[in-house]
């Protein structure tokens, strides 16, 4: 069998792939060129796609080629979702997405060497093409009972489905042939979610080219109670750094499960079989030091933000509970850490007691006077006896910010107000 996709499936990279036998073929008989797809309906991709994205990276340090596309016409229409009909962006706001997202996964793969990746943008050839010329060249190609089929299109039909949405398979579709016959692309991958979209295109290529390609769907990531991967109370873990800082996209994956942690580790680090299975061994027999989620987090951190955000919100997030120096944070890395968790404002002459209350640690200030009282309040990192101590400026990180702790673990920032 093929040593890349062995290693893909032990990292348990590979739900479903059309023929395993002429794919594996496919794939020892030389570089293949192959495409991942990226719709703009936000203005970031989030921890979903960054498995798109690092299995280019993977099948391009395999020697494949990869074709990254950001679909400017697909993020137009949008893929069916189970909730509903998506809302329709403008085409200005669409391209504005185009630029951010192109910027975001072009990180992850090389585009430089004999295998040098291509960025491609499906509205250059979708958008010069007439109805009439897409129903006769697409269209006839799809029988609707097929597409009736479809299980989100099953499930959506009681609560309703647009046209614009139901035809959305057909221009993925029409990518991949695109693809095919400009570049002579000849696999395609996507999240199991995307299964029908791309076998669709894979027959497509079939009945009207007469061609040979082929498909590959990873898995979808969940938590242990089943829940999607990437989701937080706080929502989506985006990889803009300003929709989710450093620091808390750090701390998303140091609170990785025990029973999921070397899963994401498989998925989303590029360590050795023999590091990861070492790491494995630590969760069971010193699950408490928590090495695999340290791992797991410094790793995916250095990828998306690199190594001196990474460095960044591990130093934050030492010294937040008293393990560094609290003095040692910028300004940029202490907003973000009192965005994730929490914390209000100071008015100027304000004490202790008050930013206990602002920060959250304290639900009034009768108990931060007792908290205060029993020995338990800190002040960035040092310990308060005072209830009236006043946090005037040479009191306050950068003569903004109060780091305030009710004993070992309860933590928040005030801010002094502008």
């Known amino acids: 069998m093929n040593?890349?996709?062995?290693?893909?499936?032990?990292?348990?990279?590979?739900?479903?792939?059309?023929?395993?036998?002429?794919?594996?073929?496919?794939?020892?008989?030389?570089?293949?060129?192959?495409?991942?797809g990226f719709d703009p309906t936000a203005q970031s991709v989030h921890t979903g796609n960054l498995v798109?994205?690092?299995?280019?990276?993977?099948?391009?340090?395999?020697?494949?080629?990869?074709?990254?596309?950001?679909?400017?016409?697909?993020?137009?229409?949008?893929?069916?979702?189970?909730?509903?009909?998506?809302?329709?962006?403008s085409v200005e706001l669409v391209h504005e997405w185009v630029e951010k997202i192109r910027a975001q996964v072009g990180r992850y793969v090389s585009f430089e060497g004999p295998?040098?990746?291509?960025?491609?943008?499906n509205y250059d050839w979708t958008s010069t093409m007439s109805v009439l010329d897409f129903l006769r060249d697409v269209g006839k190609h799809f029988p609707v009972n097929r597409m009736l089929a479809r299980d989100v299109v099953a499930r959506r039909l009681e609560s309703g489905i647009s046209y614009t949405e139901f035809s959305y398979v057909l221009l993925q579709s029409m990518d991949f042939r695109e693809l095919y016959r400009r570049h002579g692309v000849t696999m395609q991958t996507?999240?199991?979610?995307?299964?029908?979209?791309?076998?669709?295109?894979?027959?497509?290529?079939?009945?009207?080219?007469?061609?040979?390609?082929?498909?590959?769907?990873?898995?979808?990531?969940?938590?242990?109670?089943?829940?999607?991967?990437?989701?937080?109370?706080?929502?989506?873990?985006?990889l803009d750094a300003e929709l989710t800082s450093p620091y808390a996209f750090h701390q998303f994956f140091l609170n990785a499960e025990d029973s999921k942690v070397v899963d994401y580790l498989k998925v989303f680090s590029f360590r050795s079989r023999e590091e990861i299975e070492a790491l494995a061994q630590g969760v069971v027999d010193a699950p408490f030091k928590r090495e695999a989620q340290r791992a797991l987090a410094d790793d995916v951190t250095d990828i998306v933000h690199g190594v001196a955000e990474?460095?960044?919100?591990?130093?934050?997030?030492?010294?937040?509970?008293?393990?560094?120096?609290?003095?040692?944070?910028?300004?940029?890395?202490?907003?973000?850490?009192a965005a994730e968790v929490?914390?209000?404002?100071?008015?100027?002459?304000?004490?202790?007691?008050?930013?206990?209350?602002?920060?959250?640690?304290?639900?009034?200030?009768?108990?931060?006077?007792?908290?205060?009282?029993?020995?338990?309040?800190?002040?960035?990192?040092?310990?308060?006896?005072?209830?009236?101590?006043?946090?005037?400026?040479?009191?306050?990180l950068h003569g903004r910010f109060a780091v305030v702790r009710r004993g070992r673990k309860t933590v928040g920032i005030a801010r002094l107000g502008s």
Not at 3 to 27: M, Q, V, Y
Not at 369 to 378: K, L, N, P, V
Request: hydrophobic share 40%; no cysteine.
């Open 190 to 238: 996507g999240g199991s979610d995307q299964w029908g979209n791309l076998t669709a295109g894979v027959e497509l290529i079939r009945r009207s080219d007469q061609g040979k390609a082929h498909a590959m769907a990873t898995p979808l990531l969940t938590k242990a109670d089943g829940t999607k991967f990437g989701k937080t109370e706080s929502g989506t873990v985006w």
């Open 342 to 396: 929490g914390g209000g404002e100071l008015a100027p002459g304000s004490t202790i007691v008050d930013a206990m209350v602002a920060a959250g640690v304290s639900r009034s200030k009768g108990e931060a006077r007792r908290t205060i009282g029993e020995g338990g309040a800190y002040v960035n990192n040092e310990k308060v006896e005072d209830p009236d101590l006043v946090l005037d400026g040479e009191r306050l």
């Open 3 to 36: 040593a890349l996709l062995d290693d893909l499936r032990w990292r348990g990279l590979i739900a479903h792939s059309t023929d395993p036998e002429a794919l594996a073929a496919h794939l020892d008989a030389g570089p293949v060129k192959f495409y991942i």
């Open 310 to 337: 990474r460095q960044a919100a591990v130093a934050a997030g030492a010294a937040l509970f008293g393990r560094g120096e609290l003095g040692e944070l910028s300004p940029e890395t202490l907003s973000s850490v």
């Open 52 to 89: 798109q994205a690092l299995l280019a990276r993977r099948l391009q340090d395999a020697g494949h080629q990869p074709f990254m596309l950001v679909g400017g016409a697909t993020g137009l229409i949008g893929d069916p979702k189970e909730s509903g009909e998506r809302v329709m962006n």
């Open 115 to 121: 295998n040098a990746a291509t960025m491609v943008n």
